[in-house]
């Protein structure tokens, strides 16, 4: 177990370097010339020319790739050219808000998810089963800012339930900052009040991200529950009297996840591309709006910032998914 | 089982809780003003010069003059008056005394010279206006309540363009310089000024947020207003349906300055906000690159003109909350000829402009290009209703996506400037030389507001005479004749003046609307509960 | 016939395949469904924002557009390019995990790395960054979007085929001396269809949805295309009063996607021979 958990880490290496090789040539690809947005509304060609030479893009493309190597490893990652700051600093204040919607919206899909596919198969056929693969789809399919501004004119507009926007209400000071997650930093700090509105705030973007997030797991753990119903060792079990619901949620289920964990980890990455929409609607202030701004703006540097961040965590992710995987099914390790 | 129940209960527990708090969610504290608009990308007024930038500037800086009012006059602020010698080109300011930074020190001329000394070597943002009139030895403080700019030329819009450059604590900046580069880095997240409002750097979020508290030891003083605002929390909001929704549901006080018309309605009829109108200096105008034909054929260029619906996009798309506007001059600035007599949406005469252009040889067959930028739908809408009546007359017009940064770098050489494309040219500084100089002057080719490459030398010698004069009775002859010429050429499509729609709360008071900064000045607003 | 007996027995997968059906006669036959094609383009911006009627079935857009007639002339457009997207997907991720997935050594590792580099990068970006260097346009979006996809496939694939090369009947093929290709092709791929089926109508609905992202950002379609996305994007400012000129197109994507993952699922179901035998 130990050897291939090293065995996984060692294979990230390599693909971390060709995630620098291949963001570094696509966005230096771009013919996108921020230094005219940077010089200013009312500048002069002139002006315009100083600032790319005090930015460097006039340096031939090897040189800038060697220099931003060096910088990548010694963790300066520059300048965002809009805000001025490091935009290591502009990414960490805002990764925590993306990463906790995104972990909520994961876990509340996993939650809801493993448990209707593991039934959708025990029932297999059945209205139930059916039932479920439309609505899973349905979530799917509905377009996922559309959905959320129904969720708002209803709970936040019409029935007052919830907030209409934002992580915490204006005004109110956040939870003490311990991990930058309002959830968690709230229930260190005990404040269960706190905790509160940070979750009412989180419901509805959670919820709307998670649809799409639900329907794969459930279907996978679905197909792979009805897989696993048909091994031997199910049928074994049955034969030898064990209770129905025993073989199901315990030997069944543990099997089906496995599919399910797949899953999960390639829904990840895809998640904080899909949270630009939910970010953009319930004015959630995290890495998923950053980068759409970015594109907007031509900020080069945070845009490549941004995409080494994201990759580097859907890498830390895949590693623990292949190691769950591996603790689940033993099999996947022994066979490196 | 009891797993099981521990979790939901804890979970009925929590739902309970988030509920039970319901009532302090939405509003927001009763003295506390919160402004939804756009922050700039960063805090230092000289990076840039944009409408966020303008917005954030006027209330946690100072400038000499300020505008205010609409239409704007010019004001002194923290200059009590000027004087222009007789040649032109030694402009003396004087400064008014007692007035504090927010860290209490004093300001006097030394930081305005530093400031003007660190406006002209950064060279971005506001020192376009400046730098080809000024240098940084021409700039001098004789006593700490007098300042002296030596110009290069005469430059008539300099003064009005006092209101673009805040003056800067230079004792506060000048410990946090690092290479050379001005406090640039330091300055872009915390604030050196003197205006009414002080910002808390602790809570500032780079575009998203920043709350300010009022500046009780404000030089102007606060007699003006019996509740002044003693708290302001910045917030943006990026999407348009979010953000008006907040405001109809009283989570903020105000919408950005760009509320569609077709919201108005649903603002107005709700019992929490309404709209201010007021009609400001931006003028959309849709770009033609004279350079590549058909475009250099002004036959060519008057059909185009002729075949854009004017009124169906001001009635029909913006609900007449629109100016017409004949040419590069906003109809409300002098300068632009009372008398302009705009195009008029006419199929015929553009088929016969068309057959007329076709006979001099311009290949009105190829498929012309206009580039809009897809999130600002008016660009998108304009350029389909161009396209729609182009169609009818046998023009092929195909419309391209496009950014702004690729947009304005793009205008740095004719043959990569779009044949056409559609933009805003907003008020920078109160003066023509902001609209018809810099787009119609062949001298500032190769920059956005210059794009169409036009060039007559008739236009060139009567803007370049009109930016020395310095007595606007002698300007505004040469301003409507360069009118004139340039709308009889049909150089570009001028569509609006813009009536700025911007929604508000019904307990916010004090609202007063400049071009300049779209009223956001803090100072004079109040709050009732 | 027993075949499609089961298939008819599964209510879902039936409603599916006659969703997409219908959907295919409407992009075949737009032209007839609708009356004036010049609606689709003209609009009568007096008109603008009108709601359902008997004139306007679903009302007018911002432009005094037919909605209807959009929404109609939109679906050949969506159907194109889902099935441009996914297909381009499939023939570069299927071969590539499988061949991944059956040999061991340096070139299995290197397309399984190529494929986490891929899949790292935000989908977003590498849209953008292809479409920068081929022109922006619906083309370019649509090998953007291929190759973000093509790593889903290659990645399920690789994991099927994995796990099926350890079954005794691929051992068995083996030691009858099977060539690696006929194992490949006869037996592993046929177990790994449904799965990649699956994927494939997954990714139909992520494509549709995708490109109105993409289009909002000025990649992939642009004015006056009637692509579905691209009108939710341009209809959001509108709502909640307008709300025609976002449903309609909305409920295009929504019912497209619903029929290819139901049918999908049936035809999953349908071909997966471990399920063939039971029940």
């Known amino acids: 177990m130990t050897r291939f958990v090293l065995h996984r880490l060692l294979l990230t290496i390599p693909a971390l370097v060709g995630l620098l090789v291949l963001t570094f040539i696509m966005l230096r690809v771009l013919p996108n010339d921020p230094s005219a947005a940077l010089a200013g509304e009312n500048a002069t060609p002139d002006q315009i020319a100083a600032v790319r030479k005090a930015y460097g893009f006039d340096e031939p493309l090897w040189k800038q790739f060697v220099i931003y190597v060096r910088q990548v490893g010694t963790g300066d990652l520059g300048n965002s050219i809009i805000s001025n700051r490091p935009v290591i600093r502009d990414i960490a204040e805002r990764l925590p808000a993306t990463i906790e919607l995104t972990f909520i919206s994961l876990l509340f899909a996993a939650c809801v998810g493993i448990p209707l596919g593991t039934l959708a198969a025990v029932w297999y056929q059945s209205f139930f089963d059916h039932a479920m693969r439309v609505v899973t789809v349905a979530g799917l399919a509905i377009a996922s800012f559309w959905f959320a501004i129904i969720l708002q004119m209803i709970f936040a507009m019409e029935l007052d339930w919830l907030p209409l926007r934002g992580r915490f209400p204006v005004g109110l000071a956040a939870p003490w900052h311990i991990t930058g997650f309002y959830l968690v930093d709230s229930l260190l700090t005990l404040r269960f ?144 | ?261 077709d919201q108005v309605d649903r603002v107005l009829a709700s019992k929490t906000a309404t709209v201010s109108k007021n009609q400001t200096m931006r003028v959309m105008v849709l770009r033609m690159n004279n350079k590549k034909p058909p475009f250099d054929n002004r036959n060519f260029r008057l059909a185009m003109s002729h075949a854009f619906n004017y009124k169906g996009f001001i009635d029909g798309v913006l609900k007449g909350y629109a100016v017409r506007n004949a040419g590069p001059i906003p109809v409300n600035l002098w300068g632009s000829p009372t008398d302009l007599a705009p195009y008029d949406f006419n199929l015929d005469t553009a088929k016969d402009y068309l057959a007329k252009a076709k006979a001099e040889g311009a290949p009105v067959e190829r498929e012309i290009e206009i580039q809009i930028q897809q999130h600002l739908a008016q660009t998108t809408q304009a350029a389909q209703i161009l396209q729609q009546s182009l169609r009818k007359i046998g023009v092929n017009l195909k419309i391209v996506a496009n950014l702004w940064p690729q947009l304005v770098s793009s205008t740095a050489k004719a043959d990569t400037t779009p044949d056409m494309w559609a933009h805003w040219v907003s008020a920078y500084f109160i003066d023509p030389e902001n609209w018809i100089g810099q787009m119609y002057d062949s001298r500032f080719h190769g920059t956005w507001k210059a794009s169409c490459w036009y060039k007559n030398d008739k236009v060139d010698a009567l803007l370049r005479e009109a930016r020395h004069l310095d007595d606007q009775g002698k300007r505004q002859p040469l301003y409507e004749e360069a009118s004139r010429i340039i709308v009889a050429d049909a150089a570009d499509i001028w569509i609006y003046n813009a009536i700025e729609l911007r929604g508000i709360s019904n307990r916010l008071h004090g609202f007063e609307f400049t071009p300049i900064g779209s009223g956001a000045d803090f100072r004079t607003m109040s709050l009732t509960s | 016939m027993l075949i499609l007996r089961k298939f008819l027995r599964d209510v879902p997968a039936v409603i599916g395949f006659c969703i997409i059906v219908l959907l295919c006669l409407i992009a075949i036959f737009s032209p007839l469904i609708v009356s004036d094609l010049n609606a689709v383009y003209d609009g009568d911006l007096v008109s603008r924002l009108q709601p359902p009627s008997a004139e306007f079935w679903f009302g007018t857009d911002s432009l005094g557009r037919d909605v209807f007639a959009r929404v109609i002339v939109g679906s050949r457009g969506a159907l194109e390019v889902a099935l441009t997207v996914v297909s381009l997907a499939i023939a570069i991720g299927v071969p590539a995990g499988l061949y991944a997935g059956y040999s061991d050594g340096w070139g299995s590792q290197l397309v399984m790395r190529l494929t986490d580099v891929f899949l790292a990068v935000p989908q977003l970006i590498l849209a953008l960054a292809v479409a920068q260097l081929m022109g922006r346009g619906l083309g370019s979006a649509m090998a953007a979007l291929a190759l973000t996809y093509w790593p889903f496939f290659c990645r399920t694939v690789y994991s099927e085929v994995r796990r099926l090369r350890n079954e005794l009947f691929i051992e068995a093929q083996r030691c009858l001396g099977a060539s690696t290709s006929r194992i490949l092709f006869v037996h592993v791929l046929p177990n790994v269809a449904s799965a990649v089926i699956v994927r494939a109508t997954i990714g139909m609905g992520f494509t549709i949805m995708t490109t109105a992202v993409l289009g909002f950002l000025g990649v992939g379609a642009t004015p006056p295309n009637p692509d579905w996305g691209l009108a939710i994007a341009e209809g959001r400012d509108y709502l909640p009063q307008s709300w025609w000129a976002v449903t309609f197109p909305g409920l295009g994507i929504f019912i497209t996607v619903l029929g290819f993952n139901l049918f999908g699922d049936g035809l999953r179901d349908l071909v997966d021979p471990r399920l063939r035998r039971s029940r």
């Open chain 1, 193 to 336: 009040d706190l905790f509160g509105k940070a979750f009412a705030h989180i419901l509805m973007p959670a919820f709307t991200l998670s649809l799409a997030g639900l329907a794969s797991i459930a279907r996978f753990t679905r197909a792979g529950a009805l897989e696993t119903m048909q091994k031997e060792f199910v049928h074994y079990a049955e034969a030898a009297g064990y209770a129905r619901r025993r073989i199901v949620w315990v030997y069944v289920l543990r099997n089906s996840v496995v599919g399910a964990t797949t899953q999960i980890g390639l829904l990840f990455g895809g998640l904080i591309s899909s949270a630009v929409a939910v970010e953009a609607i319930f004015d959630w202030p995290g890495v998923g709006s950053y980068a759409v701004n970015a594109i907007l703006t031509s900020d080069y540097k945070a845009v490549l910032a941004v995409t080494l961040v994201v990759g580097l965590i859907y890498s830390i992710v895949n590693i623990l998914v292949d190691v769950v995987h591996a603790w689940l099914d033993p099999r996947v390790a022994e066979k490196l």
């Open chain 2, 1 to 261: 089982m009891k797993r099981r129940t521990f979790l939901m209960g804890s979970g009925a527990a929590v739902t309970v809780a988030a509920m039970g708090n319901r009532v302090a969610l939405a509003q927001p504290m009763p003295d506390e003003l919160v402004w939804a608009d756009d922050l700039p990308g960063n805090l230092d007024p000289y990076s840039v010069s944009d409408v966020p930038m303008q917005g954030y500037m006027i209330n946690v800086y100072d400038t000499l003059y300020v505008n205010k009012e609409n239409p704007p006059k010019l004001v002194p602020w923290l200059a009590t008056g000027h004087t222009i010698s007789d040649d032109g080109l030694t402009v003396t300011v004087k400064l008014r005394e007692g007035v504090k930074f927010h860290d209490g020190s004093s300001l006097t001329s030394d930081d305005v010279v530093w400031s003007f000394h660190r406006l002209l070597n950064v060279k971005k943002g506001p020192a376009a206006a400046f730098l080809p009139v000024l240098d940084t030895n021409g700039i001098t403080a004789p006593d700490p309540t007098t300042a002296v700019f030596k110009l290069k030329q005469p430059y008539a819009p300099f003064v009005a363009a006092f209101p673009l450059v805040a003056i800067l604590n230079r004792r506060q900046i000048e410990p946090n310089i690092k290479d050379n580069d001005w406090g640039q880095a330091w300055l872009a997240s915390n604030s050196a000024g003197s205006g009414c409002y002080i910002p808390d750097i602790s809570t500032y979020q780079p575009v998203q947020q920043l709350d300010m508290k009022r500046n009780h030891d404000h030089f102007m003083g606060w007699t003006h207003n019996t509740s002044p605002i003693e708290i302001v929390r910045r917030r943006s909001i990026m999407e348009t349906t979010t953000r008006v929704n907040a405001l109809i549901k009283g989570d903020v006080d105000c919408t950005d300055s760009y509320l569609p018309p």
